[in-house]
């Protein structure tokens, strides 16, 4: 009799014991309590794979949701609350969410992004060592001919000008990114690619530029031209910042993604972009390694 009742006490133990095991193999995984979300751009998707990692290295579990389409695609996910977080360009940003904004210099941008924000999102730190305008050119040889080294020089002769615009492969929508402030072309011709624009500036057909994003991203993309500068952003600020969900991050949690913000810079960002797409490399390679490199 005793025998039996420790054999039904063996049993009741080992069905627990059973029970536990399966919960627990079931926990092994659990499901991330934070989805950072990407568009169709490499650019997206290697912002998407640093915000995610960082989060990680603060103990937050994460996960990035890749290719959700376009700016308007995954600003959805992230007002349904699909995605919790999302790497973004301030100037373009604005541009979606007001058209009619006339601020162009960095922290106005931001703070007018802040302000333009639908209720329950965010933003923290940008990026402010990316700068990711578009580039306004011309050929070398009319820059030193009409000695046009700004925009600020170039505004005076902008309305006898037909302007090249070429968006850059790999980086986030640049909505509003052919606005040039004090600009006003005679008229504006879409190309393809960087290279297409080039060689219509230098054969004559355009006589001024806008290469949408820096020139480190394309290899040869301003060879024989001249890059205005732009100290005064008649082309609106573009840095890069995390836009998320209210109340979702913590204090130490969103001091991490301000470190992010305080390491990128546009060299390093490009360099990233090219190894994605040129040399296959996987987004969340060059995310890990940049973020090993800055021991974030």
Known sequence: MVLAASQRLLARLLVV???????????????????????????????????????????????VDPRLGSRADYLAALDAD??????????????????????????????AVSAALPEGLVVSDLADGTDLRPRVLLTAQAAAQDRVRSVR????????LTVGVAATPGLLPQAGSDRVAGC??????????PAALRKALLEGRVQAGLLGGPAELTAG??????????????VRA??????????????RQIKKLDYVAGELTTD??????????????????VARAWLDKHSL
């Not at 699909?82 to 703070?111: C, N, S």
């Not at 020089?153 to 006898?160: E, K, M």
């Not at 993309?221 to 008649?234: I, Q």
């Not at 995390?242 to 204090?251: A, I, S, T, V």
């Open 82 to 111: 699909r995605v919790q977080v999302v790497g973004e360009h301030t100037g373009a940003l604005l541009a979606h969410l007001d058209e009619h904004t006339t601020a162009r210099l960095p922290e106005q941008v931001k703070d």
């Open 153 to 160: 020089d170039l505004a005076p002769r902008c309305g006898g």
């Open 17 to 63: 014991a059973s029970v536990a095991l399966v919960v627990s193999c079931g926990n092994d995984e659990p499901q991330p309590s934070i989805t950072v979300g990407a568009g169709d751009s490499i650019e997206s998707s290697v912002l998407a794979e640093i915000y995610a990692g960082a989060l990680a290295r603060a103990g937050v579990r994460t996960a």
């Open 184 to 193: 006003d072309f005679a008229a504006t011709v879409a190309f393809p690619d």
């Open 268 to 285: 390093e960002l490009a360099a990233m972009i090219r190894n994605v797409r040129d040399d296959g490399a996987a987004p969340s390679d």
């Open 221 to 234: 993309a301003t060879d024989g031209l001249a890059v205005l500068s732009d100290d005064e952003y008649a």
């Open 238 to 251: 573009e840095n890069v910042l995390p836009l998320f969900r209210k109340g979702l991050l913590d204090r």
